[in-house]
């Protein structure tokens, strides 16, 4: 297998996870988590699993003051994402709100061309095209809940998913998969506590229940996504996982239509096929560099 597919699988499987972040979500509200509870929680308990895992695996930590502040920053900037996000959620109905979130894999191209200096091939191009126009057929808007505010907060939640991802591929060349997603996770969680203390007071889930759905989504909604989005991030380039992150939206909704009764429309069907085209013309699009991830970790 080659390792620009072998990264394609990784970032799938990373959305894959990613997607259930919606499904937890859902779960939380009807079981009344404060959102200064459930997010400082979560990732307390991803960041204990993967350092028990990296201690017990004798894995490798970043190395330097240097690894260590760029790592520690991006965690910070992943956890100006998840707040933006969640906080839009007051003022925009939630596929309104993520339609506006998946802005982002287009500022990751744009800012890949020019930052990066990653060609802009026309199979990316149509890549990101279908893909798009999949999550916005996919997710639906209702225009009438537009509301300035919430359109920004989203918007920053998108600026700063791009800049995540694109931070995680300028690092990847130079800190290995696992300590750039220790540092990371490091600098979310800590960042993560000092806004559950603003935001009314750090608190644990109360009843068996509460603890269930934080566990849930810090496992499966966390560690293991984060494992395999690095690995895939690695070996390919920040465009393409802008594209292939799109395929997020769609597992959130089959979920949703599985686990929660949602029902299965044309309009679901025609979308999932506009998103996993763009997939297939990722994979079909090789890059000419070799791929930077093809390292021992």
């Given at each position: 297998?080659?390792?620009?597919?072998?990264?394609?699988?990784?970032?799938?499987?990373?959305?894959?996870?990613?997607?259930?972040?919606g499904i937890f979500g859902e779960l939380a509200l009807r079981a009344e988590i404060a959102l200064s509870t459930l997010l400082p929680v979560r990732f307390v308990v991803a960041l204990g699993i993967l350092a028990g895992i990296a201690v017990l695996r004798g894995w490798a930590w970043p190395a330097s003051s240097l690894e260590w502040g760029a790592t520690l920053a991006l965690g910070v900037v992943y956890t100006g994402?998840?707040?933006?996000?969640?906080?839009?959620?007051?003022?925009?109905?939630?596929?309104?709100?993520?339609?506006?979130?998946?802005?982002y894999p287009t500022m990751v191209v744009v800012l890949a061309v020019w930052l990066l200096e990653e060609a802009l091939t026309r199979l990316r191009v149509l890549a990101l095209v279908l893909a798009t126009a999949g999550v916005a057929i996919v997710v639906g808007a209702d225009l009438a809940a537009?509301?300035?505010?919430?359109?920004?907060?989203?918007?920053?939640?998108?600026?700063?998913?791009?800049?995540?991802?694109?931070?995680?591929?300028?690092?990847?060349?130079?800190?290995?998969?696992?300590?750039?997603?220790?540092?990371?996770?490091?600098?979310?969680?800590?960042?993560?506590?000092?806004?559950?203390?603003?935001?009314?007071?750090?608190?644990?889930?109360?009843?068996?229940?509460?603890?269930?759905?934080?566990?849930?989504?810090?496992?499966?909604?966390?560690?293991?996504?984060?494992?395999?989005?690095?690995?895939?991030?690695?070996?390919?380039?920040?465009?393409q996982v802008g594209v292939l992150s799109t395929t997020e939206v769609l597992v959130t909704v089959l979920l949703g239509v599985v686990l929660l009764g949602e029902p299965v429309t044309t309009?679901?069907?025609?979308?999932?096929?506009?998103?996993?085209?763009?997939?297939?013309?990722?994979?079909?699009?090789?890059?000419?560099?070799?791929?930077?991830?093809?390292r021992d970790h």
């Open positions: 297998m080659r390792e620009s597919t072998r990264g394609i699988v990784y970032v799938l499987g990373a959305t894959a996870g990613f997607g259930t972040i994402m998840t707040v933006l996000y969640f906080s839009s959620l007051v003022y925009l109905t939630a596929g309104l709100a993520t339609i506006v979130l998946y802005t537009v509301a300035p505010v919430g359109i920004g907060l989203a918007l920053g939640a998108a600026i700063c998913y791009a800049v995540y991802t694109l931070g995680s591929r300028r690092l990847s060349p130079v800190i290995r998969p696992r300590p750039l997603m220790i540092g990371v996770l490091l600098g979310t969680t800590l960042s993560m506590a000092g806004y559950g203390a603003l935001d009314g007071g750090l608190a644990l889930p109360v009843g068996s229940a509460q603890w269930e759905i934080v566990l849930g989504l810090a496992l499966l909604s966390t560690v293991v996504p984060h494992l395999l989005f690095y690995e895939g991030v690695a070996r390919l380039q920040a465009s309009v679901l069907v025609g979308g999932g096929l506009l998103v996993v085209a763009g997939v297939l013309l990722v994979n079909a699009d090789r890059p000419t560099e070799a791929a930077p991830g093809a």
